[in-house]
Structure formats: C-alpha cells, structure tokens
C-alpha cells in the first residue's frame, strides 16, 4: 500500500560506529584530504594515480572485513523484513555494510567503493582489489581506463528516476546519519513534504544542517537510537 512505503536515507554516520570514518566531522576524510583532489573529476583528470590511491585504501579496509554492519544497518534489514508495506534504502554510502546486513531493496546513489566502471565502454564490475592504470577492463579489455565506480562532485548521482519515484510513494521519510550537507539528498525531505502529508523523521548523532525540515527529530549514536525506531515502528508505537 503506498501509504504504508517508508523511504530510509543514510549518510556516513550509519557507518561510523562499524569503525569507517564520516567526512565532515571533526575527525572525518574531509579534514584530511581536499576531496577536489579525490572526488571530483579534475582531480582524477590532473592525478589519477592519486584518487586510486585514496580508493584503495579505503576498499581495502572495506574488503579486509575490519567494518561490518553495525545495529543500525541490522536494524534497517528487519524494517524492510517485517515492515507490511515497501522500504526503500537509499544510501550515500559507498561501502557494502547494508547488503551485509541483508537489506535487499537498496538504492547506492553515490555509487559502490568495490565496484569498478569502464570510462571506455560503461562496464561496471564487482572491483575488491586495488585498481591503478594497470587495470584492465573486463568488458572492453582497454588497460588504464577503469575508475571508481564512486559518484565524483559535479557528477550526477545514480539511479536518480527511480528514487525520486520512491519518495514520491512515501509516507514515512527517516534520514540516517547524513549532515545535510549535500545535495540532491539534502533535498529529498523537502520532495517528501511538497508531495503530500508525509512523516519526516530525522537519526542522527546532533541536529544537521536540515534538522528544522522534519517533523521529528531523535538524536543518539545510530547503534541506539536506530534499532529503538524500528522496534517502535513495528510495535505500531510512536517514535520519539
Ligand atoms: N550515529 C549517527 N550519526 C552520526 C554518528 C553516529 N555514530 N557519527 C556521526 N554522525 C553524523 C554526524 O553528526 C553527521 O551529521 O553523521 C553525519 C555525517 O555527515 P557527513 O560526514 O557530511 O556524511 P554524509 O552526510 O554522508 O555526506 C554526504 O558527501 O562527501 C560526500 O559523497 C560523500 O556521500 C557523502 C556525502
């Protein structure tokens, strides 16, 4: 039933407490590296040695299994489980902890840290191990051309029809650990708000940048405050 549809938007802070780093907190990637170097394509342009680098040493951590899903990611899962209507994760994230924790309907709209996409022919192919100009494609055979298959700043985000039409079947939209800082997803709960009566919920650690933009606010490390939604979510109780 369309009234039933919740759509979960996450942002790096799901991911903080399974020990991978946000960008814009205090510690976060942001604070060490100019992502105009490793997250744009100028920067891979001027530098690609550089960006694969940077990639390569965030998917090895990821393929070394040092991050797994956290509670909040488990939590997610069992939503999508034992929820009556559809749940949609639409993740900014890059790394795989949702699928690892068995969330099966699940958008990557910034793209996947162990996937790798030809800049010759298109092809995109599961990637765990390093790439570098060495690499060969595996669809067009070219050497050199295969880049992260990672949304850059100034490229469009993926999947983009389909999530704007799942926010458009929501009436529930939780955003998960993200800082509000970068859109289109920044915008995505005003979308939810002009489409209708909808519920906006925000989790988050401390208030984003878009905290007055939902109708309720729950503040807590992911681990905790995550679980405990979907417990009352399911439980027919209110959240909050
Ligand atoms: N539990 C919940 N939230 C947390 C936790 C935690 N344990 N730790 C940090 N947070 C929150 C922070 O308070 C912050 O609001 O997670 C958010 C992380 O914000 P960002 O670092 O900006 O990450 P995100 O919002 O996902 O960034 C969006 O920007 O750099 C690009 O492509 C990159 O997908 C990324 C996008």
Known sequence: MADEAIVVLTGAGISKESGLDTFRDTDGVWGRVRLEDVATPEGYRRNPQLVHAFYNARRRQLASGSAQPNAAHLALARLEREWRGEVVVITQNIDDLHERAGSRNLIHMHGELLKGRCDLCGEISPWP???????????????????????????????????????????????????????PAA??????????????????????LGATLFHETIYGPATEVVPEFVEAILAGRKTG
């Open 129 to 183: 191990d390093d790439l570098d100009l060495d690499s060969v494609c595996p669809g067009c055979n070219h050497k050199g051309r295969v880049r992260p298959h990672v949304v850059w700043f100034g490229e469009v985000p993926l999947d983009m029809p389909l999530i704007f039409s799942a926010l458009d079947r929501c009436r529930t939209f939780v955003a998960v650990g993200t800082s509000g800082n970068v859109y």
């Open 187 to 208: 915008g995505f709960v005003t979308h939810v708000r002009s489409r209708g009566p909808a519920r906006t919920i925000e989790l988050n650690l401390e208030p984003s």
